[in-house]
Structures are given as C-alpha cells and as structure tokens.
C-alpha cells in the first residue's frame, strides 16, 4: 500500500471516517485524566506555586502551534512537488487549529509570565517569534480566503508557509540561539536531567497526547470538509457554465 493512495480524496474519506471515532475518544480520554491528573493531583511547586500548573496547557499548545506549521509546511511541500489537492487542503485545514494552539500558549504563557516576570508581555526573543508566528497563521488564512482560484491560492499559500516556517524554528530554538531573554529553557527534553520532576513529568505527557490526538482529529475532519468545499464549488461551476 502506498502513502499517496491517500491523496483519493475519497480514499482519504473513507479511511479517516473509520479513524475519527477511536480519535475523539482518544483524545477526550487523555485530556481529561491529563488535565484533572495535573491541575488537581499534584502538588504545588515549592518555587512557582500553583502556577506551574499552567504547563498542562501552556506546553502542549505551544508545542503543537509549532508542528501544526511544520505539518502544514510538508502537506504545503508535497503540493507544490506533487500537486496533490488533498495535502493543499490538509494545510489550509490544520491552520485554523494552529492559531487557536498558539493563541492558547500566548494567553497561558501571559498568565504565567505576570507572577513570574512581573509583567504580562515582555519582548524575548521566542515570544516575539511566537507572536510573529501567529501573524503567519492570521496571513494565511486571509490569504486563503482572498484568492477565488483554489489551485492559486494553495501555491501562494505554500510559499507563505516556506518563510513562517522560519518563526516556527525560532519559536523552538529562540533560548538556544540568544542567552539573553527571560524565557525558561525546555520543559521537555531528551536529556533527563533538564526534564521536570516526574510528579508534572507524566501528567504532561498525557496531556501532550491528548493534545496531539485532538489536532489529528481536527485536521482530518476540517479536511474532509474542505473537500466536500472544494466538489460542491465545482459542482456549482459546472452548472453554472451549462
């Protein structure tokens, strides 16, 4: 079986219908235990207080603002290399869903950042490239939306992914590459001594999950109906030109 058998948009219907489901309940079922498990079974932190509790939203919505991009930069590459139409539309599917993650980790990290920095907003480098990167996602969408031609709108869309790609590398690795600047290092790391104590260590983790299976889930049922969009446009074009 080959990965683009999926680019069929009705193949990629079919299949996603019968995944939905076991998504939702999956992604309902880790986000519950994971956010009841982190914000009311474990203790406070002896430095940050209750607020470290904001990492069980904080971290995976910002982790997930960021790879949302990266996804919609490969589904935006293979358009571009293969001209597959479902990949363009996966893309402009999973842009909503990216800015709603990155409006979240921009809201959670100012509610954090106010008992800690003392201040709401401060310009550090990754929050800066955050905020950059949810402008990205407000352009192209709006650029979506400008464009009547949906096969001219996916390659001017997919160059705009190309260059916000940039923001979302620098919103990952912004405290690597400036010392300066008052953001923490990772929260999650392969090293395991930069990680957490495990007591918020694995209640983030199911939140991460939880996280991860909503944004698959999302995608795949806005895509669906960006497809059905998409016929029903041509349908309408077809009788109109009879």
Same mark, same amino acid.
């Given at each position: ?52 509790? %904001?990492?069980?939203? &904080?971290?995976? @919505? +910002? #982790?997930? /603002?960021?790879? *949302?991009?990266?996804?919609?930069? !490969?589904?935006? $590459?293979?358009? %571009?290399?293969?001209? &597959?139409?479902? @990949? +363009? #539309?996966? /893309?402009?599917? *999973?842009?909503?869903?990216?800015? !709603?993650?990155? $409006? ?139």
């Amino acid at each position: 079986m080959s990965l683009w058998e999926y680019a069929n948009p009705v193949k990629f219907i079919r299949t996603t219908d019968k995944l939905l489901p076991w998504l939702w309940i999956a992604a309902v079922a880790c986000l519950v235990i994971g956010l009841v498990w982190g914000f009311f079974l474990t203790p406070d932190d002896y430095r940050q207080g209750s607020t470290v509790k %904001i990492i069980y939203l &904080h971290v995976p @919505s +910002a #982790l997930m /603002a960021i790879n *949302a991009w990266m996804m919609m930069l !490969v589904a935006s $590459l293979i358009w %571009i290399v293969r001209r &597959h139409h479902v @990949s +363009a #539309l996966a /893309a402009r599917a *999973a842009a909503p869903v990216g800015a !709603v993650m990155t $409006l979240i980790a921009l809201a959670t990290g100012a509610f954090w950042g106010q008992p800690m920095w003392g201040t709401w907003w401060a310009w550090d480098p990754r929050l800066t490239s955050f905020l950059i990167l949810f402008l990205f996602y407000l352009g192209y969408m709006a650029l979506w939306e400008a464009i009547e031609n949906d096969d001219t709108a996916a390659d001017l869309t997919s160059i705009l992914c190309l260059v916000g790609s940039v923001f979302a590398v620098l919103s990952r690795y912004a405290v690597n590459f400036w010392n300066q600047g008052l953001h923490q290092g990772a929260t999650l790391s392969l090293d395991a001594e930069e990680n957490i104590s495990d007591v918020f260590w694995y209640p983030l983790l199911v939140c991460i999950a939880g996280f991860v299976l909503l944004f698959i889930a999302l995608v795949f049922l806005r895509t669906q109906t960006e497809i059905r969009a998409r016929r029903t446009r041509a349908l309408l074009a077809r009788e109109g030109q009879a």
